[in-house]
């Protein structure tokens, strides 16, 4: 089996446009989320989210590229070319031929889905662009990363509700550690942030109207968030070989399913994940020194995944650190793992544990070391990251250093 | 008035519950009917669609908010509050 690392991060979100911006906004535990700007907000109960700012899509794209890539592509491509360009990979003959991409996404072009159905049936039109097909499906942001760097390899797309980037970045490490891919590109990405997008969640009655406040006692519901996080996971010989800059180790994965409930979460599903990635990884459960929680901020979650640490880690859950970087970036749905893989390398590289914001009051049944309020320093050697999807679908990813 | 409203919602909720109208007595609360928290805001949902209401309910927090959900007759009594608010606000 070959060992595998990452040599390469991008990203875009409401905490920055690169992943350096995201991270010194985790560290000074900035609010991305705020008012929503979209069309017909004044419709929505719900109108806050993490949404990304003053993004200019005729700054990084020409026309011809709009009209194919919706929001969700157009992000992955932003994270794709950050990530790849840090890694100094250039992809051609046998590398091409055996690199290539896996990302999550829960919704795909769900603006270009929301903006058509707006044609047809709002404005009564009978025509709609002819590229809404490859503009909305869900393997659109993988297949233009895949044509930009020219990556050959195996390249899908995953969609498991919010657990699609870690799902995504688990089966990119495997297809690294089989030795299948020297090199492979993985992350997630969502734009889900329009009105139907919004509305849809709405009807569920889980989201917050004014923050989302992950472990806190008068926390009232998740808020959504958009964006992309994209890695380099590369066979660590491969990048020995050839000087790379390792910003980290992938050292375990696992996937688990709850098969009970499609809404409700099952702290016996997300325990043996989270057992699974520690066994994966060959570690003993006391070296995990953070985690980087699902933490959506529902009254369900955070109790369920509480107790879920409790039980795996016994009198060393007291010891560790479990904070929810979604109290300033939001909930990325389908992206949002591939987000939080920022904080988790960015413990174990810069010894900063980003906060829980918007922590106001503590909850018995969340009584762990949430990181409240203000980033730490502290010196970690192995951590984790959870995700735990509607439909009972968990998967959790463990990082170490190198 | 009031017993149109009492009535639609005690269909709403036997027709969730998969009961008869007769089996959901005023006293019955949401846990003796077998409604689940999925089934509840399904429920709200309906009765939202059925009298054109907006009801002010959290899953996270189902006792914040002014809507009692503690049994049939507090549910009743709560939506017929929003009907009437409802119409104040038309004639107003």
């Known amino acids: ?402 | 008035m009031s017993v149109p409203v009492a009535e639609k919602v005690r269909e709403i909720i036997a027709e969730q519950a998969v009961l008869d109208v007769a089996d959901v007595k005023p006293e019955s609360t949401l846990e003796d009917l077998g409604i689940d928290s999925l089934g509840l805001v399904e429920s709200i949902f309906a009765i939202e669609e059925a009298f054109d209401i907006q009801v002010p309910f959290n899953a996270n927090d189902p006792e914040a908010g002014d809507f009692d959900i503690s049994n049939v007759a507090a549910i009743i009594g709560a939506v017929e509050g929003l009907v009437a608010e409802r119409d104040g606000a038309a004639v107003s």
């Open chain 1, 1 to 402: 089996m070959k060992r595998v690392v990452i040599t390469g991060q991008g990203s875009i979100n409401a905490l920055g446009m690169s992943a350096a911006e995201t991270c010194a906004s985790m560290r000074e535990g900035r609010l991305g989320i705020g008012e929503l700007e979209i069309r017909d907000v004044e419709r929505l109960a719900i109108r806050i989210g993490g949404q990304v700012r003053d993004f200019n899509a005729e700054k990084h794209f020409n026309r011809q590229q709009i009209a194919l890539y919706d929001r969700f592509t157009q992000f992955a491509l932003l994270a794709a070319d950050e990530a790849i360009s840090q890694s100094g990979l250039e992809f051609h003959g046998e590398l091409a031929a055996r690199a290539g991409v896996v990302l999550g996404t829960a919704g795909g072009g769900v603006n270009t889905w929301d903006e058509n159905y707006r044609t047809v049936y709002e404005d009564g039109k009978n025509r709609v662009h002819p590229f809404v097909v490859p503009k909305l499906m869900n393997n659109a942001a993988a297949s233009h990363v895949s044509m930009t760097h020219n990556l050959k390899g195996p390249s899908f797309t995953v969609a498991t509700a919010c657990a699609s980037s870690n799902h995504a970045m688990g089966q990119a490490f495997q297809l690294v550690r089989s030795g299948g891919c020297p090199v492979m590109v993985t992350g997630g990405t969502e734009a889900m942030l329009c009105f139907g997008g919004i509305k849809a969640w709405e009807g569920l009655r889980v989201m917050s109207r004014d923050a989302c406040r992950p472990f806190s006692a008068n926390r009232n519901g998740m808020v959504q968030g958009e964006g992309a996080a994209v890695f380099v996971f590369e066979d660590y010989d491969h990048a020995r070989a050839r000087g790379a800059d390792i910003l980290a180790e992938v050292v375990g994965f696992a996937m688990t399913s709850d098969a009970s409930d499609i809404v409700m979460p099952s702290k016996q599903g997300a325990a043996r994940a989270m057992k699974g990635a520690l066994a994966d990884a060959g570690a003993g459960l006391d070296r995990v020194g953070y985690i980087n929680a699902h933490g959506t901020g529902t009254a369900a979650n955070d109790k369920t995944e509480c107790a879920a640490v409790a039980e795996v880690f016994g009198a060393h859950a007291d010891r560790l650190m479990i904070s929810s970087t979604k109290s300033m970036h939001g909930h990325l749905i389908g992206g949002t793992g591939a987000v939080e893989l920022l904080a988790c390398i960015m413990a174990l590289r810069e010894g900063v544990i980003a906060p829980t914001i918007g922590y106001e009051e503590p909850d018995p049944e969340c009584a762990l070391d949430v990181v409240p309020n203000e980033a730490r320093e502290a010196k970690v050697d192995l951590v984790m990251s959870n995700a735990f999807a509607f439909g009972g679908l968990n998967a959790v990813l463990a990082l170490g250093t190198v």
